[in-house]
Every structure is written in structure tokens, then in C-alpha cells.
């Protein structure tokens, strides 16, 4: 099976401006999470959705937003970026989402100039 | 809230010798434990996870971890290690409600220098 992929891989934008960034699933999974990487926070939890419904959030401002198609694809925007959104935006994508192990995509790398 | 803590921040190792990487974490009850490797510029590797049962778990790449609940942790372990192992280790915790995944917490990493 293929893994989770994320388009594009690298993004430079400039603040005030907007972005999405899209992730496709592991085939057959339904469940797709979404984490921020930077070196001062770490990983942290943005949000999952599940069958094209958020069913849980992490603590994150609301310019971040996600939504998920019927095929399981999922994107998320950044309104309004700000310098301290540049990250690496991590997708993770699990069957059903409780006990199943979360596999990771490469990630997409974001810039806020 | 759940935390998870990984007290070293960089390790170095010689090539061929055993490793241990520390995780402790915070929770009420027995959470679901789980072991990332990331490599510069990828996304995570699973190298193993615990959910229930044997407190010993055994991953890839030769890899194992221990589940020790009156210590709260959940030590990476490898007997000898190789210079493909230089890259970060990042320790999870998973609570999963009747809902759904709650995401997991993650600790902080350990950056694994290998030493010829």
C-alpha cells in the first residue's frame, strides 16, 4: 500500500497571507490527524477528523482548519499566517483512529516571511 | 492533561554499543505508549507501541521498550547500535476516548548521535 502522502512538501509565504496543504491517507483509512512541529514546541496536536467530521481538536487558535472529503483526503488552512506558524506540518493516518498506530506522512514544510 | 517527558535531550553512542532512551509520563491511568524515529528532513517511523499485555514490547530494527507502571515510563532500549540509528526519538502518549483519537502528546525527542 501506498503511505500518507502531503502536497507540496515545501511552501514559503509571506504573513497575512493565507495557505493549504493536503493530505492523502493510507487506503482504507478513514481516520487523519494533523500535528505542528516546530524546534520550540515540538509536535503538537492540531485536530482529526473521521469520516469527513472533527472529532477532536487540539489548542489551537481558529485561523487553523481542517476539513476531510468522502474519499478521506484531508486539508488544512492557515488564515492569516504569522511568523511563528512556519512548521513542519505533519499528517497522520489510522484506520479508525482509537487503538490503531498513526503513520506519518513526510510532511509539509511551511515558511511565513 | 497528559504530559510526557524525556529527560535527555542528546545522546551519544558508539557504534556497536547498548543504548537506552528514557520517557516518562504523566497520566492517570494507563495510557497507550508508543516509540517514533525521525530522520532529518521525514516524517515519523513507528518503531513500536504498547497498548495492553507483555510489559515488553518488541519493535523494528531491533528495537525493544519496557512498560514500567510503577515508574510511569517507557524506556527505548537496543543492544548495539548502528550508525543508520543516528536520527530523533520521539516518545507518545495516546489517549483514545469512546470518541475517537485524542491525539497523541508527545515528548520533546532525543536527538541519538552515533560515534565510530
Known amino acids: 500500500k501506498a503511505g500518507v502522502t502531503q502536497t507540496p512538501r515545501y511552501l514559503i509565504k509571506t504573513r497575512g497571507q493565507q495557505v493549504t496543504l493536503s493530505c492523502s491517507p493510507i487506503?482504507?483509512?478513514?481516520?487523519v490527524s494533523w500535528y505542528q512541529q516546530t524546534p520550540g514546541q515540538g509536535l503538537q496536536f492540531l485536530f482529526e477528523?473521521?469520516?469527513?467530521?472533527?472529532?477532536n481538536k487540539g489548542n489551537f487558535p481558529g485561523r487553523f482548519s481542517g476539513r476531510q472529503f468522502s474519499n478521506s483526503r484531508s486539508e488544512m488552512n492557515v488564515s492569516t499566517l504569522e511568523l511563528g506558524d512556519s512548521a513542519l506540518y505533519l499528517c497522520?493516518?489510522?484506520?479508525?483512529?482509537?487503538?490503531?498506530?498513526?503513520?506519518f506522512g513526510p510532511g509539509t514544510r511551511l515558511t511565513v516571511l | 492533561a497528559q504530559s510526557v517527558t524525556q529527560p535527555d535531550i542528546h545522546i551519544t553512542v558508539s557504534e556497536g554499543a547498548s543504548l537506552e532512551l528514557r520517557c516518562n509520563y504523566s497520566?492517570?491511568?494507563?495510557?497507550?505508549l508508543f516509540w517514533y524515529v525521525q530522520s532529518p528532513g521525514q516524517g515519523l517511523q513507528l518503531l513500536l507501541k504498547?497498548?495492553?499485555?507483555?510489559?515488553l514490547v518488541q519493535g523494528i530494527k531491533g528495537f525493544e521498550a519496557e512498560f514500567k507502571r510503577s515508574q510511569s515510563s517507557f524506556n527505548l532500549r537496543k543492544p548495539s547500535v548502528h550508525w543508520s540509528d543516528a536520527a530523533e526519538y520521539f516518545c507518545?502518549?495516546?489517549?483514545?476516548?469512546?470518541?475517537?483519537?485524542?491525539?497523541?502528546?508527545f515528548g520533546k525527542g532525543t536527538h541519538l548521535i552515533i560515534q565510530p
Open positions: 497522520a493516518s489510522t484506520q479508525w483512529g482509537r487503538t490503531d498506530t498513526q503513520y
Open positions: 487506503s482504507g483509512h478513514r481516520s
Open positions: 477528523y473521521f469520516s469527513e467530521t472533527q472529532r
Open positions: 497520566y492517570g491511568a494507563t495510557p497507550y
Open positions: 504498547y497498548f495492553s499485555g507483555d510489559t
Open positions: 507518545a502518549v495516546g489517549l483514545y476516548s469512546g470518541g475517537g483519537a485524542d491525539g497523541l502528546t
